[in-house]
């Protein structure tokens, strides 16, 4: 059974860090893109970060960028995000996805595998 399995979150101050870790088995997902995404509370689900297989490729909304950086490990079949001066609007479920093919992409169109998410507060 493939699962990706998201761990890392909790409660943290503003203007903290946090890293999250997404760890998948069942399978490897060397040669896919992984992204990462989140959910507040009555909002839709948004695009947060990605990275291609090879982990070159990385893509971040614009709200993220220069705070969250997205890795991965391949021969752990690991993806994590460190999160650095987290706001407060940085809170919600965040949730790891695997994508069909091999590059980053910001559209939850072509994810095919997430998984059951990890709840981060931010507090002011």
């Known amino acids: 059974q493939v699962q990706l399995v998201e761990s890392g979150g909790g409660l943290v101050q503003a203007g903290g860090s946090l890293r999250l870790s997404c760890a998948a088995s069942g399978r490897t997902f060397s040669g896919n893109g992984m992204g990462w995404f989140r959910q507040a509370p009555g909002k839709e689900r948004e695009f947060v970060a990605s990275?291609?297989?090879?982990?070159?490729?990385?893509y971040y909304t614009d709200s993220v960028k220069g705070r969250f950086t997205i890795s991965r490990d391949n021969v752990r079949n690991t993806v994590y995000p460190q999160m650095n001066s987290l706001k407060p609007e940085d809170t919600g479920v965040y949730y790891c996805?695997?994508?069909?093919?091999?590059?980053?992409?910001?559209?939850?169109?072509?994810?095919?595998?997430w998984g059951q998410g990890t709840q981060v507060t931010v507090s002011s």
């Open positions: 990275i291609g297989w090879s982990g070159y490729s990385t």
């Open positions: 996805a695997a994508h069909r093919y091999s590059s980053a992409s910001d559209s939850q169109d072509g994810y095919n595998y």
